[in-house]
């Protein structure tokens, strides 16, 4: 990962930065792929196949992301997700049969108040943030990503923590403080 305080979402944009391409894919390529095999029941090489086909419209796409427009790139990668099996769902299920299960679906993957919307929108952000918390702690030491993870992730008391690791509260605090501008940076338009 580059030092860039730029956010993975601005690095992509840059396409010669296909570290940054690489890294959306590997975030985004088990979700969406998890999406297709569970919630709509797609067999492997089906669900391999879309999971590529809207990873391709993303990267085509990009640069037209606009959060101010658009709104989240959380919601604009399930209406590209929506519309790709939308399509799948034309191409693959025979006219006669009634079968509208797909589409069902899909009309409450869209619908903001449907539980099956928001469980997608769950997962999207706690995928996200794994993928981005594992990828930050490469960048600190021992001390001040444990310091981080119990201050901020376990909400442990910075009295307690800095007793544990031997370090002042102070640091404690700097520690949690390097950790978290790093994330908000990666996390920048992928994360509300």
Not at 48 to 53: A, K, P, Y
Not at 165 to 180: C, D, E, K, T, Y
Request: glycine share 2%; proline share 2%; aromatic share 6%.
């Amino acid at each position: 990962m580059t030092e860039t305080s730029a956010s993975l979402l601005d690095r992509v944009r840059r396409q010669s930065d296909s570290e940054a391409w690489h890294r959306l894919a590997a975030v985004y390529s088990p979700l969406i792929r998890g999406w297709m095999r569970r919630d709509l029941r797609l067999q492997d090489h089906d669900a391999d196949d879309l999971v590529q086909e809207v990873l391709a419209v993303v990267a085509k796409r990009v640069d037209e992301f606009d959060r101010q427009r658009t709104g989240s790139f959380r919601a604009w990668l399930k209406s590209i997700t929506v519309n790709c099996l939308r399509s799948f769902a034309r191409k693959h299920q025979p006219a006669a049969t009634g079968d509208s299960q797909i589409l069902e679906m899909l009309h409450q993957i869209e619908d903001p108040a449907a539980e099956l919307s928001r469980q997608w929108d769950r997962e999207h952000d706690e995928c996200v943030m794994k993928q981005l918390l594992d990828d930050v702690k490469q960048h600190f030491t021992e001390t001040t990503w444990r310091a981080f993870e119990r201050a901020a992730l376990e909400n442990v008391s910075t009295k307690v923590v800095a007793a544990e690791l031997g370090i002042s509260p102070n640091a404690v605090f700097i520690a949690r403080s390097r950790v978290m501008t790093r994330l908000r940076q990666e996390a920048a338009g992928l994360v509300d």
